[in-house]
């Protein structure tokens, strides 16, 4: 799922690309991504993009006089700039006409939870914010009581929108990696030193990562945006070496997802029990590195 870099590099993209300029119209290519009907998407079109914005991880075009679309990736969703008149790209579920070029937004699988909407008034528009507080901008008194609002393990806490906005399943890996803690730790359980660590780490993390893909990205326009990236510590490398200690990046898998931690950098050696694994293996499951 695009995070908070690939998002922000995304609206960076379009910003230079559609602002000020009249979106003719909006097609959708797919009925299962447009989930609004009122007010109709007819009444997006001629209408010049006065500014655009990131909310948690959805992108959000504003065309003025309190109308918006609204943009939500998911988990395949991606997001394409095409030539004016250009053909519909593989996948296409929605397509954006302005009058300088096409936006295309797509969907890989067949799952279909990406999402378009058209929405009228602020108030409508915040009702689409889960309310999470903005990572790169948190105090640390925000912070800790953003985290520590419920007692659950960090990772969750992390990637919770109701508590931080933007922070998915990739970055939380990496920034737990980053502040040498342990996905599973409760938030409760985390001295204040703990808490500003990770409080760094969140904030040098997403910096760094979206420093990297907007120069990656440069004038063009994004066009790989993968939970997998070669320079990540953890995230997407079970069994390939720790960069910090050479230790075998370690996961728990869980639902569609997978956590990667580094054993030896933040669980004193301990490897967290996986649960299919460990339910299989039960009393030859290995505890720590060593066995």
Request: aromatic share 6%.
């Amino acid at each position: 799922m695009p995070e908070l870099p690939d998002v922000t590099v995304y609206v960076e993209a379009l910003e230079r690309r559609v602002k000020g300029r009249r979106l003719e119209r909006i097609r959708v290519l797919n009925p299962f991504v447009l989930r609004s009907f009122d007010p109709p998407l007819e009444a997006a079109s001629g209408r010049a993009v006065a500014g655009l914005r990131r909310i948690g991880k959805r992108i959000v075009l504003d065309l003025g006089e309190g109308l918006f679309v609204v943009i939500h990736l998911m988990i395949a969703g991606r997001l394409a700039w095409k030539p004016p008149g250009a053909k519909a790209t593989q996948n296409a579920i929605a397509a954006l006409d302005f009058e300088n070029g096409t936006l295309f937004f797509t969907e890989a699988g067949t799952r279909k939870r990406a999402s378009l909407a058209l929405v009228r008034g602020e108030p409508a528009l915040s009702a689409l914010d889960p309310g999470g507080i903005e990572p790169l901008e948190a105090g640390p008194e925000a912070f800790a009581e953003a985290l520590r609002r419920e007692n659950h393990t960090v990772k969750r806490a992390l990637t919770d929108p109701r508590l931080f906005s933007g922070i998915g399943n990739a970055y939380s890996d990496e920034i737990l990696h980053a502040a040498r803690l342990s996905p599973l730790k409760l938030t409760k359980s985390l001295t204040g030193e703990e808490v500003e660590r990770l409080r760094q780490a969140v904030r040098a993390t997403l910096a760094s990562w979206t420093d990297i893909l907007r120069a990656e990205a440069g004038d063009g326009f994004p066009g790989k945006v993968t939970a997998f990236r070669e320079g990540m510590a953890v995230h997407g490398r079970y069994k390939r070496p720790c960069p910090v200690c050479g230790a075998p990046v370690q996961r728990i898998v869980y639902a569609e997802n997978e956590c990667n931690y580094c054993a030896r950098c933040q669980t004193g050696g301990k490897l967290l029990a996986d649960r299919s694994l460990s339910r299989l293996l039960k009393d030859d499951w290995p505890k720590t590195l060593d066995g």
